[in-house]
């Protein structure tokens, strides 16, 4: 059981726009910046998202983050072929003082 | 360009122990924090084990906390990860992130992530 939750599973069409969910808690989303990671099969993950909606030189714009209370979310507008993959939040936990890590959502274009 | 290159994995025994090594370049290693995250087959990422830029402040997941010792020299550009005590959930790539920040605690990310090297306990 991960401490973020995020829903296994979205999918859409391409062009369409699919939001991933990311649930903490008061120790921390709500106190600390989320970052989210992109990882294609049989590859390391690549960061997608830092301090919540800062994107790294290089990733599209059309991926964007947002963090509310003790919630965060990744959102892709005009979904692309390319972007099929698994997705994960993370942040620091105050309480664990320990990075966590969600379950991970599969991403999957139509 | 920021390389980190992970080795010391294979295959060990139950009970047993291995070092990684994390080699970094192309940024100012001494800079920034560094953490090991693992990924067991099939399964999603779990951060392990964290350390501060000085490597004064070690950071562990409760699941290797007195198992597995995070060091790094900064003089060699290396990140290191003792595990001992190795059980067969320990079965994972290991990789090696650099944070975005010096401390851990900031929470700001990992803008670097190695290829990763497979550690497989089994008997």
């Known amino acids: 059981q991960s401490v973020l939750t995020q829903p296994p599973s979205v999918s859409g069409t391409p062009g369409q726009g699919v939001t991933i969910s990311c649930s903490g808690s008061?120790?921390?989303?709500?106190?600390?910046?989320v970052s989210w990671y992109q990882q294609l099969p049989g590859t390391a993950p690549k960061v997608l998202m830092y301090?919540?909606?800062r994107r790294p030189s290089g990733v599209p714009d059309r991926f964007s983050g947002s963090r509310s209370g003790t919630s965060a979310s990744l959102a892709i507008t005009g979904l692309q072929p390319e972007d099929e993959a698994q997705y994960y939040c993370?942040?620091?936990?105050?309480?664990?003082?320990?990075?966590?890590f969600g379950g991970g959502t599969t991403v999957t274009v139509l | 360009e920021v390389q980190l290159l992970e080795s010391g994995g294979g295959l060990v025994q139950p009970g047993g122990s291995l070092r990684l090594s994390c080699a970094a370049s192309?940024?100012?290693?001494?800079?920034?924090?560094m953490s090991w995250v693992r990924q067991a087959p099939g399964k999603g990422l779990e951060w392990v084990s964290g350390?501060?830029?000085?490597?004064?402040?070690?950071y562990y997941a409760d699941s290797v906390r007195g198992r597995f010792t995070v060091s790094r020299d900064n003089s060699k550009n290396t990140l290191y990860l003792q595990m001992s005590g190795l059980r067969v959930e320990d079965t994972a790539i290991y990789y090696c992130?650099?944070?975005?920040?010096?401390?851990?605690?900031?929470?700001?990310?990992?803008?670097?992530w190695g290829q990763g090297t497979l550690v497989t306990a089994s008997s």
């Open positions: 992130a650099k944070c975005l920040s010096d401390y851990d605690s900031d929470g700001y990310g990992f803008d670097h």
């Open positions: 192309g940024f100012n290693f001494r800079n920034f924090a």
């Open positions: 350390l501060s830029h000085s490597g004064a402040t070690p």
């Open positions: 008061t120790s921390n989303i709500r106190k600390n910046p």
């Open positions: 301090r919540d909606n």
């Open positions: 993370a942040t620091w936990d105050d309480s664990l003082n320990a990075w966590v």
